[in-house]
């Protein structure tokens, strides 16, 4: 039994309803905290229904409005646990929070202890990457930027340690969060750490309830800057102070989005420049350079560019920069295999024991490139990431919707039956397009990966593919910053999730029982 104990503390301000399902997440811990402080500042007091009659609470009513800062330094002051965990009234915990917290500061003695961001819609969640930290100079470096998965719902900090800081910033309307984590940095603070399996759902579901708004944001913004002007560089100033003109200013944040288009599409160009004029040099070396040894044939919107991205850094894997599309599209296949050579590197600048492997997602989907595959690369072992069906249709819809190959609203782009336009519901679909590859599986050259898995914890992942080709397992990716991850900021419709959620209920019992293994999904 743990000595540890944890006091949360939970700001709240006339939001009963949100903060019942916030104490529910707390209620339910798997590792019980020692005491909850609810530092209400709001207008009305909360009712005493709210508790559940829970002795462990601790209700405080603080002066009306006196700020989020204000109301968690109370806290801060009345706490007794030896780790102060915060929690906000609108955000809610996963079970394993705290106990995956108290593994982290058994294991590394931490002064402070992030967690990881859910985002939690209507109807859904999805996950936001947050930075783990290497070096708290380029952490340091980040938090002065941009917030790298920092919050006042996923920070434990030792209690002795924040007597010895200032606390919360009250100066600060936004961003005060970060600002304690900059502070304790900048105090000589060395064991800040990130806790990569402990949750917290961020909720944008809470419409009409959110007490921050844009000149709050905006008043966040420019304080933040004044308070840390002397330490920041030019480039940090410049995006701090483009970041208050944006939420101040329409017309500027008009003029940043076209320049953010702008600066897209001249990489674009460059990117097909560079191929082209490559290419000529590329087809005259073919016949020296290798096939690979390994293909990652899936899916769409699963996490292949991250997977690849970070298999290209182990020193024995070589990988295609980009999707090749060789084998799922006529019109490449056509150019036979020494167009398909040219995109690798040269055999002989490929050690022994070294692999050449490619990525291109739409392997899987399209069965034609599963004949062409055990045609032509009979000895390559594949690799395929599996996502839920209903976020990956959800996440798919977005990018076209993005690239602007997407017209019609979320929930009759779903349920559209012209399904070789919006594939979204048929490439989730996925045992059928693994049957394509069954002697694959029989020869265990076939690898299945959770998107969910790798993408909470990716090392552990990594180990499984770096075993599964034969390389060095004992390897550490050096960077785990996701690539090419959506960003959608727009609310799902519940119905949405719950129409896809319905739609794919039979297929993944069907997937689960020829796999032997359940996702669940």
């Known amino acids: 039994m743990s000595k540890t104990k944890f006091s949360v503390v939970i700001p709240t301000c006339d939001r009963p309803l949100l903060l019942k399902k916030t104490l529910q997440s707390v209620f339910s811990q798997s590792f019980f905290p020692y005491e909850i402080l ?5 207008n009305k007091p909360v009712g005493k229904k709210v508790f559940n009659g829970n002795k462990r609470i601790r209700y405080i009513r603080a002066l009306p409005r006196i700020g989020v800062a204000q109301a968690r330094n109370t806290g801060i002051c009345l706490a007794k646990g030896d780790y102060i965990a915060f929690l906000d009234d609108d955000d809610i915990w996963d079970k394993d929070y705290l106990k995956e917290m108290l593994d982290v500061i058994n294991k590394t003695g931490a002064t402070v202890v992030l967690g990881s961001v859910k985002i939690l819609e209507t109807g859904g969640v999805w996950w936001i990457r947050s930075e783990p930290i290497k070096s708290l100079e380029k952490f340091k470096y980040r938090l002065l930027r941009t917030n790298p998965g920092t919050m006042g719902s996923n920070t434990v900090v030792k209690r002795e340690s924040i007597f010895k800081s200032s606390g919360f910033d009250p100066f600060l309307t936004t961003g005060e969060d970060r600002a304690l984590v900059l502070d304790f940095i900048l105090n000589g603070s060395l ?16 419409k009409g309830e959110k007490l921050s708004n844009d000149a709050n944001f905006a008043k966040g913004k420019i304080r933040f800057l004044v308070k840390y002007w002397k330490i920041m560089d030019f480039p940090t100033r410049l995006k701090n102070l483009l970041g208050y003109l944006k939420l101040k200013n329409k017309k500027v944040a008009g003029i940043a989005r076209t320049w953010g288009k702008i600066t897209g ?41 991250s997977l690849n991205y970070f298999l290209s850094l182990h020193p024995q894997i070589h990988t295609a920069p980009q999707e090749v599309h060789y084998f799922d599209r006529d019109s490449n296949y056509k150019k036979g295999e020494l167009w398909y050579r040219s995109h690798f590197p040269f055999a002989s600048a490929i050690n022994p024991g070294d692999l050449v492997g490619e990525k291109t997602p739409d392997y899987l989907f399209f069965s034609k490139a599963s004949k062409r595959i055990q045609k032509d690369l009979p000895n390559a072992k594949l690799i395929c990431l599996l996502r839920n069906p209903t976020d990956r249709a959800i996440s798919n819809y977005f990018m076209r919707l993005r690239q602007k190959h997407e017209h019609l609203p979320i929930m009759e782009a779903m349920t559209t039956d012209k399904l070789e336009w919006r594939p979204y519901k048929s490439r989730g679909l996925y045992l059928k397009q693994l049957q ?42 050096p960077d785990f910053k996701y690539r090419n991850v959506g960003k959608n900021k727009n609310q799902v419709p519940r119905e949405v999730y719950e129409y896809l959620n319905d739609y794919f209920k039979l297929p993944n019992r069907r997937l689960y029982k020829y796999l032997h293994r359940d996702f669940g999904w």
């Open 436 to 477: 394509s590859y069954k002697s694959y599986l029989k020869n265990n050259r076939l690898l299945i990966l959770s998107s969910e898995d790798f993408l909470a914890d990716p090392q552990n992942t990594l180990k499984q593919v770096f075993r599964f080709l034969g390389v060095d397992e004992t390897f550490k990716c």
């Open 191 to 206: 064991n800040i750490v990130r806790a990569e399996k402990a949750f917290v759902y961020y909720r944008t579901d809470t």
């Open 38 to 42: 609810i530092i209400d500042n709001g």
């Open 265 to 305: 599409k001249v990489r674009v160009i460059k990117d097909k420049m560079y191929r082209y004029l490559a290419m000529p040099y590329r087809m005259a070396t073919a016949k020296r350079r290798a096939l690979p040894d390994f293909l990652i044939i899936g899916i769409t919107k699963g996490g292949t560019t």
